[in-house]
């Protein structure tokens, strides 16, 4: 998330700002705020707009600002600056004597629930791992694949954005794929005649797949700049058709593609280990999203987390949290189901095919239900009673 913020010069409130963001920026005027919005529309970002004038505020007419921006207006108590950024889609306007940092980071912090509901019922989920071999490919696989099977309503994509040479396509059956991720951007359009001739598949009625890259070489193609745009791009054109997006980028790297894919994403999951190395490796890791505004959307899965010599639940999170701003929780937790997940593994087969009642594939069920079925029901559920409101207020006018 990028904080944004207008002003020639810094108010105090602001500047504390630095500390609790790593990408705090500061702009003279909002003509160069909108330039830079120009060229980052795939990322989110608060606006922090201090006005002055009325004028002020009717310089954010006809801008098109798109859902992934939250504005907070700053100024004099007055009710007629007030109704204006109410009527031009504010989300926030603050009386300047009365603002201070912990009431920012508040609004901030919420402001990532009401930006992913303005993007709509779709969901891209990023799995990363803290280092290999923790089970992030195999957790996003049999994930996107069991969602796929057992909810034939909902349409599933799996992105396989790992920069070593890919193995999702084996467990697929697409031996040697002819086309890969990186072959996305030389789409000349979005239409999905096009997408399909540059690498996308479709492998059952529901359930749609991207290999990864299969040479070396390529990955010097996710570090092109205007490569990762087409990637963003396509990411959030494509979101339109889909009920749930898993994107597997493999190892965390501080790059800028996988920076900017987790930024756009509804939800990062963070698959680690609950051995000491790991605890350590994922520390700096949720240091980097403690930072980065990601806290309420991040998700911290424990794999093999009953294996000989973990840590405790209590233990992690003593380790995790200390010296940092959040308390983090481990969100959700996977048996060491090493006898199944090893003979499938080796044979290049999915859990949810080879070994449906595995306590792995358990565990991967609950998972599910609680972080992707489960909302979208909400969801459901809101919309509805909604329209049922609705329906009885109508009645009684």
């Known amino acids: 998330m990028v904080i944004a913020y207008v002003t020639p010069n810094y108010e105090e409130c602001c500047f504390e700002l630095r500390d609790e963001y790593t990408e705090l920026e500061n702009f003279s005027s909002i003509q160069e705020f909108i330039n830079y919005y120009a060229a980052n529309r795939n990322r989110d970002i608060v606006l922090l707009y201090k006005v ?28 007629a600056f007030s109704l204006l950024a109410g009527k031009l889609g504010v989300d926030i306007y603050l009386n300047i004597a009365e603002v201070d940092s912990d009431e920012l980071i508040k609004y901030i912090t919420n402001s990532q629930n009401i930006i992913k509901e303005r993007k709509g019922n779709s969901n891209v989920s990023v799995f990363t791992g803290i280092n290999g071999g923790v089970g992030t490919t195999t957790i996003t696989m049999n994930l996107a694949k ?15 954005f ?13 031996i040697q794929p002819s086309k890969t991720i990186v072959d996305i951007t030389h789409a000349q359009s979005m239409e999905f005649e096009e997408l399909f001739n540059n690498g996308l598949m479709k492998l059952s009625n529901n359930l749609f797949f991207i290999p990864g890259i299969q040479k070396h070489t390529d990955k010097e193609e996710f570090s092109r700049t205007e490569n990762i745009q087409i990637f963003l791009n396509f990411i959030m054109h494509i979101k339109e058709s889909f009920d749930f997006i898993l994107i597997d980028v493999g190892v965390f790297k501080d790059k800028d593609l996988e920076i900017d894919i987790q930024e756009l994403a509804d939800d ?17 890791y949720i240091d980097i999203i403690d930072r980065s505004g990601w806290y309420n959307k991040t998700h911290i899965i424990a794999n093999r987390a009953d294996a000989y010599g973990s840590v405790t639940h209590e233990e992690a999170k003593k380790i995790l949290s200390k010296g940092l701003k959040h308390n983090f929780e481990i969100a959700h937790s996977l048996p060491n189901d090493a006898l199944h997940l090893r003979e499938c593994w080796n044979e290049a087969k999915l859990v949810c095919d080879a070994c449906p009642d595995a306590p792995f594939m358990d565990g991967l069920r609950k998972m599910i239900n609680k972080f992707f079925i489960v909302e979208q029901q909400n969801n459901q559920y809101e919309q509805e009673h909604s329209k049922s409101i609705l329906a009885r207020i109508k009645e009684w006018l």
């Open 162 to 174: 790992t920069d070593t040479k890919a193995i999702s396509n084996l467990f697929f059956d697409v």
């Open 146 to 160: 069991t969602i796929a099977d057992e909810h034939l309503d909902k349409n599933v994509l799996l992105l396989d």
């Open 268 to 284: 990062i999951f963070v698959i680690t280990e609950f051995n000491i190395p790991s605890m350590s490796i994922l520390k700096t």
């Open 52 to 79: 002055d004038t009325l004028e002020d505020i009717h310089a954010l007419e006809n801008m098109g600002f798109s859902s992934n921006i939250y504005m907070i207006l700053m100024g004099k108590d007055d009710v």
